[in-house]
């Protein structure tokens, strides 16, 4: 059996546009988690966010949708996709959380 030797010439970007690319990631604001040093509070926050989420993906929704269908604007859904527990309320997360299941029942260990 023969080998092949394919070469592939990768181009790395100039530094000019790396230097742009690292500008622009700067302001990204990326999916927040939780660890072992977060508190109990903050867990349960993020999994209210984690359960919305779920129920957009699982619906097909985009955020303009989800928000529609809550009633609340988009900005505070884009917070919830990305799990912003700092900006978004226990009690709001959880009356979002009745409105996609009105028999949900919550649980605090």
Same mark, same amino acid.
């Given at each position: 059996?023969k080998?092949?030797?394919?070469?592939?010439?990768?181009?790395?970007?100039?530094p000019?546009?790396?230097?742009?690319?690292?500008?622009?990631?700067? @302001?990204?604001?990326?999916?927040?988690m939780?660890?072992?040093?977060?508190?109990?509070?903050? @867990?349960?926050?993020?999994?209210?966010?984690?359960?919305?989420l779920?129920?957009?993906?699982?619906?097909?929704?985009?955020?303009?949708?989800?928000?529609?269908f809550?009633?609340?604007?988009?900005?505070?859904?884009?917070?919830?996709?990305?799990?912003?527990?700092? @900006?978004?309320?226990?009690?709001?997360?959880?009356?979002?959380?009745?409105?996609?299941?009105?028999?949900?029942?919550?649980?605090?260990?």
């Amino acid at each position: 059996m023969k080998k092949s030797n394919t070469h592939v010439d990768i181009k790395f970007p100039s530094p000019e546009k790396l230097r742009q690319m690292d500008e622009k990631l700067k @302001k990204v604001k990326g999916t927040l988690m939780v660890g072992t040093s977060s508190t109990p509070s903050e @867990k349960f926050r993020w999994k209210l966010c984690q359960n919305l989420l779920k129920y957009m993906v699982k619906n097909n929704m985009n955020q303009s949708q989800f928000a529609d269908f809550l009633g609340i604007d988009q900005s505070r859904i884009s917070e919830i996709v990305h799990h912003r527990i700092d @900006k978004v309320s226990t009690d709001k997360l959880i009356s979002y959380n009745e409105k996609i299941d009105p028999s949900i029942n919550f649980k605090i260990a």
